[in-house]
């Protein structure tokens, strides 16, 4: 609910503090007094595009402040959440425009773009007049206008996840039929790939292993022949042989040598074991390089597939397991891929069948909805002096989405045997507006927490149907707070709060005044309603008896 306007340098206005409240706030005054810069200033502040040159001229900057409570559970406070703007039961919306043109916007005293204060707007204020292409005359609105008339919210989120389920479950098979094509393609590849590393099984390390074992091998041919040599020469033609022949020598005169040659003797045991066991140990090394001649070949087979296989698939060696296991997980993909996609295609029906069937129970609920709207606009319009038209409201197939596969249009004929057409191309400027209020008064209570402004929704009637427009109005009101800018005095006296709005000329300037009216003053303003410049006591006697005083 909008509870404070404040405006300073706007236009006419020099400085204006204004204090609304629940119910029906009627603001009169003579014809371009200033009554619609009240509206620019609140559409100006709520972020809407309007005249660009607002700033009272010779003031360097003009600024609106606008103050609403709200309930709790408020859909502003959402908006807010969203932005990342502090949460708060009052919301103090500020914004200011320099005389250059920058505009600069404030919520709760923090910085705002003028995208944030719309989504605001949105929330917080409905505006309805004869030139209205906002909420009721916007074709895109009447389908969630009827949800909200049905009550329909567990329906529409019924259909709206249904529609989710059946769009992840499209999705799911698109993608599983893509991925099972671009396979497809290289199966013969895969095949002969998976075959290959297969065969091969690399493991991880294994080239460098194979590496190192190539290069001892290699090296092994090259000693060979020395360390064959080394044998032969240790053997028994060799120094085996000779220490042999130098300890027989020694031991033929080691009795003659009073022990002189035991040391020696000694010396040359001692070495012809050492050299046994080297010629023992050098053996074995001989033995192993003659072991298989053909090691090498094959080893260097397996190391150069390894690598070879790898430049193939442009990996390196070690990951040629992890990439047979994918080439593995793939082939299997495609093999088993006919199954996967036909499993996908049955959710993909069964989601289908759950959003036909939610969808079917929207679309039922939706036309029953329309009936029992005609019928009450039916009601509403009579007292209107519109008892000569049909307002229907049709509900039609649409593309299948998230709200349902429904559009729905108002329409109306205003004569019988008159074709019926979209309400806002077929109804003249004051049937426009009483076609409004009626259809604002059937939806009353479905939008709550709006502060909703009629401006001269009234124009053009007078006499009984003035007077049902402001009942009409007075019953929007009940439980909300409506401002209504009107020129018409039955309905000016059937609200709860009266403001006048004035233009005076102060010197060698023109400012437009506000003013909440007492009673007294209040008597007054319909009586120069009623009768003009000149208010008489008959005039005054009539304010009197509209107002019930």
Aim: charged share 25%; proline share 3%.
């Amino acid at each position: 609910m909008l509870t404070d306007l404040s405006i300073r340098d706007v236009l006419l206005i020099e400085a204006l503090d204004l204090e609304f409240h629940p119910g029906l706030n009627v603001l009169t005054g003579e014809t371009g007094a200033g009554k619609s810069i009240l509206l620019d200033s609140l559409g100006f502040v709520l972020g809407w595009r309007g005249r660009a040159d607002i700033v009272r001229q010779g003031a360097s900057e003009g600024e609106v402040t606008a103050v609403f409570e709200l309930a709790p559970g408020h859909s502003a406070l959402d908006v807010l959440a969203e932005a990342g703007l502090p949460v708060e039961d009052q919301l103090v919306l500020r914004r200011i425009n320099s005389a250059d043109g920058r505009k600069r916007g404030f919520v709760n005293d923090r910085r705002a773009s003028g995208e944030v204060l719309r989504a605001l707007s949105a929330t917080l204020v409905e505006l309805h007049g004869q030139q209205d292409d906002r909420g009721l005359l916007d074709s895109k609105a009447h389908r969630a206008l009827l949800d909200e008339f049905g009550a329909m919210g567990a329906g529409r989120s019924a259909t709206q996840q249904a529609w989710r389920d059946l769009s992840a479950a499209r999705k799911a098979r698109a993608e599983a039929e893509t991925l099972l094509a671009e396979a497809a393609r290289d199966t013969e590849f895969l095949r002969h790939a998976v075959d290959e590393l297969t065969i091969l099984t690399p493991k991880p390390g294994e080239d460098a292993r194979l590496d190192t074992q190539r290069r001892q091998m290699q090296m092994a041919e090259k000693i060979r022949d020395d360390v064959a040599r080394a044998v032969q020469v240790m053997g028994g033609e060799g120094a085996e042989g000779r220490l042999a022949e130098a300890m027989r020598w020694l031991e033929v005169v080691a009795d003659r040598a009073e022990g002189a040659l035991e040391a020696p003797l000694a010396a040359l045991g001692r070495a012809m074991i050492e050299l046994g066991e080297a010629q023992a140990a050098t053996e074995e090394v001989l033995r192993n390089l003659d072991a298989d001649p053909m090691a090498l070949e094959h080893l260097e087979e397996r190391l150069f597939a390894i690598r070879a296989l790898a430049r193939k698939h442009s990996v390196q060696p070690d990951e040629l397991a992890d990439l047979a296991g994918d080439l593995s997980k793939r082939l299997a993909a495609i093999d088993g891929g006919d199954a996967e996609v036909a499993r996908l295609t049955q959710v993909e029906r069964d989601a289908e069948a759950a959003f036909d069937t939610a969808a079917s129970a929207l679309t039922a609920a939706r036309r029953s909805s329309a009936k029992r709207l005609d019928q009450a606009m039916a009601r509403e319009l009579a007292p209107l002096k519109l008892e000569r038209a049909v307002f229907e409201t049709r509900v039609t197939d649409a593309e299948p989405g998230p709200e349902g596969r429904d559009a729905v249009t108002f329409t109306v004929a205003t004569n019988p045997g008159a074709p019926a057409g979209p309400l806002g191309r077929i109804a003249s400027g004051g049937e426009l507006s009483r076609f409004l209020l009626a259809l604002k008064v059937c939806l009353t209570g479905r939008a709550s927490g709006l502060t909703m402004i009629f401006d001269e929704i009234d124009r053009g009637v007078g006499g009984a149907t003035a007077d049902a427009v402001g009942r009409r109005l007075a019953q929007v009101a009940s439980g909300a707070q409506v401002l209504v800018v009107t020129h018409s005095p039955q309905v000016a006296a059937l609200g709860a709060h009266h403001f006048q709005v004035a233009k005076a000329v102060e010197g060698a300037r023109t400012r437009t005044h506000v003013a909440p009216l007492d009673a007294v003053a209040r008597v007054d303003e319909i009586a120069r309603m009623l009768a003009g410049d000149v208010i008489t006591d008959q005039a005054r006697s009539a304010a009197r008896a509209l107002l019930g005083a």
